[in-house]
């Protein structure tokens, strides 16, 4: 079974870090997601909200360790997420990563390849016909690139969703991407439910507009 470092937790409180290692443990043993899906989720949440320092770094080493990933893997996951999270959130992760890695040289990991040919999500016009474009072509510069399947880019888009709150076109855009992916409902909400221990309040939103939507609503 997966674990988190105790050490680097207990030193900062000795009664927060049973809460939080219990809240981690249990989130970890979610079913329906890998380990590398998971730690793809928790990461997605630290470059949106900025916490780049022990949590990143936490949830790189189970990434790489438990969950096979390289470095490239790492770096694709950030170049995928630069348009949802924000290209200044991810400069400071890279710059971030960078500092990480040269500490680690060690790690290998599994670098996959591109997929076959997939469709990348295309945004509705809504408002405003030039930004859906703009998002449109971001997301065609991404979503066929090796190293991530469709599934995990969907996986960390709808995350990225759920902890900017953009829970109305983009949402909806990447829950149908996911399941375009093969991703069930059920294992959508495997993920607001283990991104719980991120937010509370942001997941319960998100799983509203999520119902809403499996049922033919609109989210």
Request: glycine letters at 8%.
């Amino acid at each position: 079974m997966t674990t988190l470092p105790t050490d680097p937790i207990t030193s900062l409180d000795a009664d927060f870090a049973p809460m939080a290692l219990q809240v981690g443990e249990s989130m970890l043993a979610v079913p329906g997601l890998s380990i590398r899906e998971k730690m793809f989720t928790w990461i997605t949440s630290d470059v949106c909200d900025g916490n780049l320092g022990l949590p990143f770094e936490t949830h790189l080493k189970v990434l790489t360790t438990a969950g096979g990933a390289s470095w490239q893997t790492v770096r694709e996951v950030l170049r995928h997420l630069a348009p949802y999270a924000g290209y200044p959130a991810v400069v400071r992760a890279f710059v971030r990563l960078a500092e990480i890695e040269a500490a680690h040289p060690e790690v290998k990991g599994v670098d996959l390849p591109a997929p076959e040919a997939w469709e990348p999500p295309a945004y509705p016009e809504g408002a405003d016909a030039g930004l859906a474009a703009f998002a449109t072509d971001q997301a065609g510069q991404r979503w066929g690139r090796p190293y991530l399947t469709p599934r995990e880019r969907a996986l960390i888009c709808v995350a990225a969703d759920v902890v900017q709150q953009t829970l109305g076109t983009p949402f909806r855009t990447h829950v149908e991407a996911a399941r375009r992916a093969g991703v069930e409902g059920e294992e959508l909400r495997w993920l607001l439910r283990m991104m719980a221990e991120l937010s509370v309040g942001r997941s319960i939103e998100a799983m509203e507009r999520l119902d809403a939507y499996l049922k033919g609503g609109t989210s």
